[in-house]
Nanobody
Framework: QAQLVESGGGSVESGGSLRLSCVVSGYGGTTPAMGWFRQAPGKEREGVAGVAKDGTPDYAESVKGRFTISQDNAKNILYLQMDSLKPEDTAMYYC??????????????????????????????WGRGTQVTVSS
């Protein structure tokens, strides 16, 4: 049973940066797709960034050019570098592991993958989240 633990959240001013980390343990399956999602109070969960099993990344339009997803496969850690943060980035951020590779990020893009994940969220592994708060 995979376990995902996020860290790195906090409170920053607009324009600031944070780096989120997600440590994965207990997963022994085939190479998964992984990603970051977020949920603000009163809003639905949304995809932020995903990385395909071959390492191809993609991003939600709202964060392109500001966020960077990366992974250290040797340490089983997924990162999200967030720069030029805005108040609208305030949310709980969740790490996700998709062992099904339910949608090919590389060929079909991250948006389709985000939508497929959110159709059946219980099919995947999620962390408990880390809070990011950006003040204006």
């Amino acid at each position: 049973q995979a376990q995902l633990v996020e860290s790195g959240g906090g409170s920053v001013e607009s324009g600031g940066s944070l780096r989120l980390s997600c440590v994965v343990s207990g997963y022994g399956g085939t190479t998964p797709a992984m990603g970051w999602f977020r949920q603000a109070p009163g809003k639905e969960r949304e995809g932020v960034a995903g990385v395909a099993k071959d390492g191809t990344p993609d991003y939600a339009e709202s964060v392109k050019g500001r966020f960077t997803i990366s992974q250290d496969n040797a340490k089983n850690i997924l990162y999200l570098q967030m720069d030029s943060l805005k108040p609208e980035d305030t949310a709980m951020y969740y790490c996700l592991l998709d062992p099904l590779n339910v949608e090919a990020i590389k060929t079909n893009g991250g948006d389709r993958w985000f939508r497929e994940i959110l159709k059946h969220p219980s099919w995947y592994y999620w962390g408990r989240g880390t809070q990011v708060t950006v003040s204006s």
